[in-house]
C-alpha cells in the first residue's frame, strides 16, 4: 500500500471567480485594515503571488493545493477551521491545521509567514 503524499493546503478567507478576484483587489488597495484573508494580504500583491512565497512553495517539493472559502467549504470543510488557515493533508482521513487564522493575522510579514510554515512543516513531517 503506498501512503498518501503531503499536500499543503493553502485556505483562502475569500470566494472564488472572477468578480469576486476584482472585488478583492480593489478591497485590499482601498482598504488592506480590513482585508478579511490575510493570508491574501500576505502573499499577494493587487493582482499576483508575490515572487517570493511562489518559489517558497516550488521549493517544497510538495503538492500545494489552493483554495477559496467555498471551495474549502464544500470539498473539505472541518468545523471549527477558521479563516485563512493553512492545512496539512494526506497523512490522515482530514486534513490537519498548521497555521491557524489567528496564528496567520499575528503575522506581520511574508518572511514571517515563510518561516513559519517552513517550521510547522518540520515539526509534522518526518
Not at 499576483?48 to 471551495?71: I, N, T
Not at 482521513?93 to 517550521?119: M, N
Request: hydrophobic fraction near 45%.
Amino acid at each position: 500500500m503506498i501512503a498518501p503524499r503531503p499536500t499543503l493546503i493553502l485556505v483562502y478567507n475569500a470566494r472564488g471567480g472572477l468578480l469576486n478576484g476584482l472585488r478583492d483587489a480593489v478591497h485590499k488597495l482601498l482598504s488592506p485594515a480590513t482585508y478579511p484573508c490575510s493570508l491574501c494580504a500576505l502573499t499577494y500583491s493587487a493582482v499576483s503571488m508575490r515572487g517570493a512565497w511562489r518559489q517558497f512553495l516550488d521549493s517544497l517539493g510538495m503538492p500545494v493545493m489552493f483554495l477559496y472559502r467555498d471551495e474549502f467549504e464544500r470539498d473539505l470543510d472541518r468545523s471549527g477551521v477558521g479563516l485563512p488557515a493553512i492545512l496539512l493533508g494526506g497523512d490522515g482521513p482530514e486534513p490537519h491545521v498548521l497555521l491557524s487564522g489567528d496564528a496567520l493575522r499575528s503575522l506581520p510579514d511574508l518572511p514571517a509567514l515563510i518561516a513559519a510554515t517552513r517550521e510547522r512543516l518540520a515539526a509534522a513531517t518526518p
